[in-house]
């Protein structure tokens, strides 16, 4: 019989985090599955009431804690002896967790303390033969497998989209506290402060509700025979700010800084979505001044709903790429769209 267990840690904000709420709802989804209907909750933090009176609707059989002072801020020594703690008194055999920067930073020593076997960005699961088996992407999210293990504890991260937030009512849980006695090499690490660049500049927003992606249209000659880049860089900044869109780009725009082309300077190979770069999963894609070539769009397939701004009404974004497409100028319709975000 799998015992489930669904290591969580406490958000920025005293709460918990879409990723951590998505872990729970695979939790929740997995025992039913296994025909267990039970599941424990590990939680890590400091002062973790507030994240208790989330819990009371969880469905978790039971919540074990390790509350220490020593786990208000990541660290990998500290975390991995909470979570290994966690596991070794649930006497869980399946261990589930987020894939956020937090837990993959120290899942993997947890893991090997206690004579484990891990997977990470776990996209699915099924049972086939009585057996588990998980999927997970490879090869930039374009070859999915499927994994099976005998070897316990088998612990798993989920990354983010593959599941509904679990929607939790406020109501008071109890848990049961685990000791932990953090040694000297755990915890003497020390957190200085933490360096992150202005609102205005933070242009990649995985949480985000729209993904906002650029083209290489937008640095080229317009209808007046002239580049705006400039233009364009306003028009762009302007509307993520306004809307808190991600920003991504097509790889022909991030590829024109080593051609020497004046580009968007807020701009980087980061932001790339496609064939050779991201796979991302917000609920919404706008695209404006791109084509829409499969290279490109292969990058989108994970965007629920689709829309595109083009002159081409023959573009590929038309022929059966995206949801809607608007005929008309990027700088105009965007300008317009700017305006009207502006009055709100």
Same mark, same amino acid.
């Given at each position: ?9 406490? #958000?920025?904000?005293? =709460?918990?985090? *879409? ?8 939790? *929740? ?12 909750? =590990?939680?890590? #933090?400091?002062? +973790?009431?507030?994240?208790?009176? +989330?819990?009371g609707n969880s469905g978790a059989s039971k919540i074990l804690k390790v509350d220490a002072p020593e786990l208000q801020s990541p660290r990998y020594g500290s975390d991995v002896a909470a979570i290994a703690a966690l596991t070794k008194s649930s006497g869980a055999n399946l261990v589930l967790a ?14 090997? /303390? ?9 996209? #699915? ?10 999927? /997970?992407?490879?090869? /930039? ?17 989920? =990354?983010?989209?593959?599941? !509904?937030?679990?929607?939790? @009512? ?13 040694? !000297? ?34 640095? *080229? ?11 364009? @860089? ?28 004046? %580009? +968007? ?28 070539? @499969?290279?490109? %769009?292969? #990058? ?24 809607? %497409? ?19």
């Amino acid at each position: 019989m799998e015992q489930l267990l669904v290591i969580l840690h406490q #958000g920025q904000e005293d =709460g918990l985090s *879409k990723a951590n709420l998505e872990c729970l709802t695979a939790a *929740k989804t997995l025992s039913e599955l296994l025909g267990t209907d039970s599941f424990q909750i =590990g939680l890590i #933090g400091h002062q +973790l009431d507030s994240v208790l009176t +989330l819990l009371g609707n969880s469905g978790a059989s039971k919540i074990l804690k390790v509350d220490a002072p020593e786990l208000q801020s990541p660290r990998y020594g500290s975390d991995v002896a909470a979570i290994a703690a966690l596991t070794k008194s649930s006497g869980a055999n399946l261990v589930l967790a987020p894939a956020t920067t937090r837990v993959e930073r120290c899942i993997a020593g947890a893991c090997q /303390r206690v004579g484990g076997k891990i997977d990470t960005r776990i996209s #699915g699961f099924s049972i086939e033969d009585g057996q588990l088996s998980v999927k /997970r992407w490879f090869y /930039r999210q374009r070859i999915e497998g499927t994994l099976t293990r005998k070897a316990r504890p088998w612990f798993l991260t989920f =990354g983010a989209g593959q599941f !509904e937030p679990m929607n939790l @009512e406020p109501n008071a849980a109890t848990a049961t506290d685990v000791e932990v006695a953090f040694s !000297e090499s755990e915890t003497h690490t020390e957190i200085k402060g933490i360096q992150k660049p202005a609102t205005d500049t933070q242009t990649i927003r995985p949480d985000a509700n729209l993904l906002f992606v650029a083209g290489a249209g937008w640095s *080229k000659k317009q209808g007046d025979g002239q580049i705006h880049v400039d233009q364009a @860089e306003h028009l762009i900044k302007a509307f993520l700010q306004n809307s808190g869109a991600s920003l991504g780009s097509s790889k022909s725009l991030v590829d024109q800084s080593h051609e020497g082309a004046k %580009v +968007l300077s807020f701009m980087s190979h980061l932001n790339q979505v496609g064939q050779t770069g991201s796979t991302p999963r917000h609920p919404k894609g706008l695209a404006t001044c791109c084509h829409g070539e @499969e290279p490109h %769009v292969v #990058g989108w397939r994970f965007i629920k709903e689709r829309r595109a701004v083009n002159t081409d009404a023959n573009c590929g974004w038309a022929r059966g790429k995206a949801d809607v %497409v608007y005929v008309g100028d990027a700088f105009e319709v965007m300008d317009l769209v700017n305006k009207l975000l502006e009055k709100g």
